[in-house]
């Protein structure tokens, strides 16, 4: 019998059974692949609630901002919990219209953030290419949101295993769960796929875009989560590299691309966003949209070699927002949905819960997110 198992190990389920281990708690991580293998590992790592706002998406911008704020602090304890670096960086992210139109839009936006109080600063294109030198000359506008960051998912997985493994908490990689049996309202054991039964006070379900193939649970309790899948590539950062800061192109009519520099020499383009199910397998027509929109204002990207290309799939709820919080089933609790800010929720996500776990304190900048409130 466990105090607490959590299914599935992203960014969601490792940082809660972290924070959850670090306090005591004896916690189970079960993930039926290898840590990160979801979306976590595929992710660009921008923490970016300012570049990314979207109009009509208050409530998200505000849970984005709650959770960057908890980063610096979040990035202390877990280097020293991991005794790893993380690399968290801090150059910011610029946006660039390529025409006429990408700037109108980028006016618009601007206008929005400003009066929503956001740091976001506007730059002559002299004044963005002094900062960025490999930008093209053709810019039509650019803005800078110094406040958004970054960091290496791949990175922010090995320390939080290692963190977890450091406090006490355990996790079991190739154990995929096939059910968490309910009985009179509230959880009574999770089944795994080998047919082993194991207890726990409290089951969180952290399942990302598979949450709903968890058989077992009452319908009607868990949220709608389909995935949104993104195609990426990394190329080489080049000599002197092709970037510093996170570079944004939102695009109007074809997809917007972002190109993320990382320490480790290696620049990440993405991201797609397309409804094809669990479809893994790379396009054309993807990788095609985003080496077009990158070199499109970047065009040094020309002469970089290409590493590496991937699919990940976005876990998105009907109103694009995560749902955190306890279950009218007792026991169960839910830490999914979190979209295309799972890596920027990370902190608020694990920190949230675990006093809502332990203290029965749901944060406020929680209270709008939880299962019974989201949108089913
Ligand atoms: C291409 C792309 C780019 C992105 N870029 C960013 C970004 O720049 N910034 C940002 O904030 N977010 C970004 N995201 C979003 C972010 O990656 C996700 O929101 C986040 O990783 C979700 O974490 P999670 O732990 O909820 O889910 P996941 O990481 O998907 O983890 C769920 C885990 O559960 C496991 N699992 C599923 N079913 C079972 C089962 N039955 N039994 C056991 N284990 C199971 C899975 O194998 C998986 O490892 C991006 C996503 C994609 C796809």
Redesign the pocket.
Known sequence: MHDCII???????LGLGWQLADRGVDVLV????R??????R??????APTAELEFQEIELLELGRASLEMYPEFVDELETASGMDLDYRTEGTLVVAGDRDEGEALDRIYNYQRRLGLDVEKLSTEAVREREPALTPDLHRALACPSDHQID?EQLIDALVEALDRAGGMLRES????KVRCEDGQVRDIVTEDDEHLEADRVVV?????TG??DGIPSGILPHVRPVR?E?IATDLGDPPVCEHVVRAPHLTRPDVYMVPKSDGRLII??TSEERGFDSRLTAGGIFELLWGSKRVLPALYDRHIQDMWT????VTLDGEPVLGPTDIEGLWL??G????????TPLTAYGLVDAILEDALPDVLEGFTPTGSLQ
């Open positions: 299914i599935g190990a992203g960014v969601a389920g079960l993930e039926r692949d840590a990160g293998a979801g979306a976590s595929a992710a660009a790592g921008m923490l998912p154990c995929a769960v096939q952290a399942a990302g875009a598979w193939q968890i993104g990426m993405g991201a990940g799939f976005r876990p830490a999914t979190h979209g295309r800010n799972g890596i920027l929720l």
